[in-house]
């Protein structure tokens, strides 16, 4: 004989499953989760939820009000009758419930690239309250589902990072990737190399076992090519220093250096014979107006300069043109 059980008896347990599958049209997504934890919480459940369910199929129904998404080709047999139809283990009762429950599944991605021209800047502030200032000649992917992952396929990018520690941000480069421990960074994406600086923060470099953090000052050079990574530093305060004309190369060759402008600024440089593989260091003030900047670039790498229509020329001195 049974014992006079109130919750958790077969009665209370059959009132239950009535309940949830009577509420199940208008059910929020909250309830949607409460429901599959009723359901796993004990193997009498799902039982009495699958009795009722079956009872259910021989009563008439009209179909119900769900997505499209969830209704099967043939328009004209209830939904309700589709999804439970068979229903008889607990485990189908529990996968059906997991099926239509919205937060239960991840969110599909729904991915957009914002592309920048040479010369073009644009800020992007995210809802997350992250800010991604990109630079010219840029390309960035992101995820209108997931303000926590970003790609930056080509150019540069300043990022001030709203830090969450229980989900922290992801910029992907091509096979690399930098995760977000409350940061402000600049990274450049130039073919097969990819730079990070660090301003703020801190942040860690190919994240898990192998992991490089990265602290204010800090910079790093990788290249898929060669798999190599260079360590180096930076102050910290010249970090995206691009946003403000201020552009810092270290043993750089001038065909970067000048490529560089080109895509912050859109000026189209010419370098004869092997000047574009003249090393550079320094830090240079950039008005972004190519009359005044070219002639100053010249003047520091000690070359001669001429124009030809929208392009400049740099050349050593006396060499023949």
């Known amino acids: 004989m049974k014992g006079s059980r109130t919750v958790g008896s077969d009665d209370t347990i059959m009132a239950e499953a009535i309940d949830w599958h009577v509420r199940q049209n208008d059910m929020a997504e909250r309830a949607w989760v409460e429901f599959v934890a009723w359901l796993e919480a004990d193997a009498a459940h799902a039982e ?39 229903a008889g283990g607990t485990a189908v009762a529990a996968a059906i419930a997991v ?37 010219g000649g840029s390309r960035l992917k992101l995820d209108r589902n997931d303000t926590r992952v970003a790609a930056l396929e080509a150019g540069e990018a300043t990022f001030t990072v709203h830090h969450d520690a229980g989900a922290p941000f992801t910029l992907r480069s091509g096979g690399l990737s930098v995760q977000d421990l409350g940061t402000v960074f600049n990274v450049v994406r130039s073919g097969q190399r990819f730079d990070v600086q660090v301003a703020e923060g801190s942040v860690m470099f190919q994240p898990g076992a192998e992991g490089i953090v990265l602290k204010p000052g800090d910079s790093l050079i990788a290249r898929e090519d060669t798999h190599s990574v260079t360590l180096g530093a930076v ?87």
């Open 48 to 86: 009495a939820y699958d009795r009722v369910a079956m009872l259910d199929i021989n009563l008439p129904a009209a179909p119900l009000d769900l997505p499209k998404t969830l209704r099967a080709a043939n328009d004209d047999i209830p939904v309700r009758r589709r999804w439970l139809w068979g």
């Open 99 to 135: 099926l239509l429950v919205p937060l239960a599944l991840p969110r599909a991605a729904a991915p957009y690239e914002i592309n920048t021209a040479p010369g073009q800047r644009q800020t992007i502030a995210l809802t997350d309250g992250t800010r991604i200032e990109l630079s």
């Open 235 to 321: 102050a910290p305060d010249t970090v995206g220093g691009w946003r403000k004309g201020r552009l810092s190369f270290s043993g750089e060759p001038l065909a970067q250096v000048f490529e560089t402008q080109r895509r912050l600024y859109g000026t189209q440089v010419t370098l004869v014979g092997d000047l574009s593989q003249q090393p550079f260091t320094g830090m240079v003030e950039m008005t972004g107006t190519a009359a005044h900047d070219i002639p100053h670039m010249a003047a520091l790498i000690g070359v001669e300069w001429r124009r030809h229509g929208e392009t400049w020329i740099l050349s050593r001195r006396g060499a023949t043109r």
